[in-house]
């Protein structure tokens, strides 16, 4: 079967506008090293998306390094929640700038909660170091929830952006999990802080009708997270 000219042009506009949508999510992500290494200058005035690099015949070995101490446990006493999460990502470390990972360490007091959230910018690769954990991660729609009791040693994924969370399931002892992550600067959304406690505030009408309850037990869960928040 041949093709006519006008047909043959068509499919050279879709194939066109396919490989564009494929570069397109190839690209939004962090964006790729065009060298061997941008330690980040945190000084410079420059609004990149990212950071500027410093010089990098500046550059010294302490600039790919920090000690972090990620083999001590973190105090969950003082967190509502019972959980405590360290963060190593190129704000605290811009030796990352433009490497596309980060790192993250969490630590949980008995039933302590890794609440729901998400990471808008990264997937997530945890390891458990100690303890057991349920966790798990929902699906965009129609919300399918992947969930999971690990213990040490394993290791589960959570994909880009999917509302995700662990919990500790020992009653008497903590747990540990470390987590890579796909950027330098994941970013996080806790759901709950985010819904309750956004500044200013999402309406209350939104709110319940959205969760279908009364506006009162609305303004009480919005009391919580301002007042965590301080607003």
């Given at each position: 079967m041949k093709l006519t000219m006008a047909s043959s042009t068509s499919l050279l506009y879709l194939l066109t506008g396919l490989l564009a949508l494929a570069s397109?999510?190839?690209?939004?992500?962090?964006?790729s090293p065009l060298q061997d290494f941008c330690i980040a200058d945190?000084?410079?005035?420059?609004?990149?998306?990212?950071?500027?690099?410093?010089?990098p015949m500046a550059?010294?070995?302490d600039d790919?390094?920090?000690?972090?101490?990620?083999?001590?446990?973190r105090d969950t006493k003082a967190s509502k929640v019972r959980s405590n999460v360290t963060n190593i990502n190129v704000i605290n470390f811009p030796g990352l700038n433009t490497l596309g990972i980060s790192l993250a360490r969490i630590d949980y007091g008995p039933l302590g909660v890794n609440t729901p959230h998400i990471h808008p910018r990264a997937t997530e690769l945890l390891t458990v170091l100690e303890g057991t954990l349920y966790l798990g991660f929902v699906t965009s729609n129609p919300n399918r929830l992947f969930s999971k009791i690990v213990t040490k040693g394993d290791v589960f994924v959570f994909p880009k952006a999917m509302i995700h969370f662990q919990m500790n399931l020992a009653h008497d002892k903590p747990?540990?999990?470390?987590?890579?992550?796909?950027?330098?600067?994941?970013g996080v959304i806790s759901i709950a802080n985010a819904v309750f406690g956004s500044n200013p505030p999402i309406s209350d009408d939104?709110?319940?009708?959205?969760?279908?309850?009364e506006k009162d037990l609305i303004h009480w869960l919005q009391s919580q997270f301002w007042e965590n928040n301080n607003y």
């Open positions: 397109w999510h190839a690209t939004a992500y962090d964006p945190m000084k410079s005035p420059a609004r990149v998306n990212g950071f500027a690099c410093k010089d550059a010294t070995s790919f390094f920090n000690p972090a101490m990620l083999d001590k446990a747990a540990a999990a470390l987590s890579s992550l796909s950027s330098q600067n994941p939104v709110l319940a009708t959205a969760f279908q309850v």
